[in-house]
């Protein structure tokens, strides 16, 4: 079946440090890949996607590669920011419009 | 653009007792989805519809859990006889199509349950 892991969390890292949240996916096919953000208090919003294998995902300074050799997503970015502390979930698509979430992975930064 | 709407924001209820969740979807979204968050885990799809009708509920409790989307814009949500294990966050969600093809899904701030 469809399924996606993150590295568990929390996460706490210092301003202007480097972020990385690993995800791995399993799925048949070619499924679209995403991250989510979920700020304190907010709903979920959408962060970045990629649909094909090599593809790029980027908005707000966040990065992710779609590499399907290695199955994974992982979320970078170089120089993260107090107000990027949220929870953070990858998700794939594969059929249809549902969306199969890994278990999220919490980020705290600290000034 | 207003976005996703859901009512109530908060709701606390005895195991047993009922409770129904309202959603109010982006104006002109064919696709809504009911998402279950339990806390500590990712959004879980409990269903989704394409207008008004259904088009995967293969993860909903059927014996206590029922969804409705009447005249295929807003949807209700209902739990009866409530447990305490669905005590979570309920998302609703929107897109223009879900189908053919994979369109953004918008979320509503959501509707956390506890169950006492």
């Known amino acids: 079946g469809n399924s996606v892991t993150q590295m568990e969390g929390p996460v706490t890292l210092s301003e202007e440090a480097f972020l990385t949240i690993n995800c791995t996916y399993t799925?048949?096919?070619?499924?679209?890949l995403f991250w989510y953000v979920q700020y304190p208090g907010e709903g979920l919003q959408l962060l970045l996607k990629?649909?094909?294998?090599?593809d790029k995902g980027s908005n707000k300074g966040f990065e992710a590669t779609y590499r399907k050799e290695t199955t994974s997503f992982h979320l970078e970015k170089g120089s993260v920011q107090v107000s990027d502390s949220a929870v953070y979930f990858c998700?794939?698509?594969?059929?249809?419009?549902?969306?199969?979430f890994g278990q999220g992975t919490e980020l705290s930064v600290k000034p | 653009e207003a976005g996703v709407a859901q009512s109530p924001r908060y709701k606390i209820i005895e195991k047993r007792q009922s409770v129904a969740f309202w959603c109010n979807p982006i104006?002109?979204?064919?696709?809504l989805y009911w998402y279950q968050q339990i806390l500590g885990q990712g959004p879980k799809l409990l269903i989704q519809?394409?207008?008004?009708?259904?088009?995967?509920d293969s993860q909903l409790p059927k014996d206590r859990f029922s969804a409705e989307r009447l005249k295929g814009v807003d949807s209700t949500l209902k739990i009866q006889p409530a447990k305490l294990e669905d005590s979570a966050v309920y998302l609703c969600?929107?897109?223009?199509?879900?189908?053919?093809?994979?369109?953004?899904?918008?979320f509503g701030p959501g509707t956390r349950l506890t169950v006492l």
């Open positions: 969600a929107s897109s223009l199509a879900g189908i053919a093809g994979y369109n953004e899904q918008f």
């Open positions: 799925a048949t096919g070619y499924p679209s």
């Open positions: 990629a649909t094909k294998a090599d």
């Open positions: 998700a794939l698509n594969n059929q249809g419009g549902k969306l199969i």
């Open positions: 104006s002109g979204h064919a696709t």
């Open positions: 519809f394409q207008n008004n009708g259904v088009v995967d």
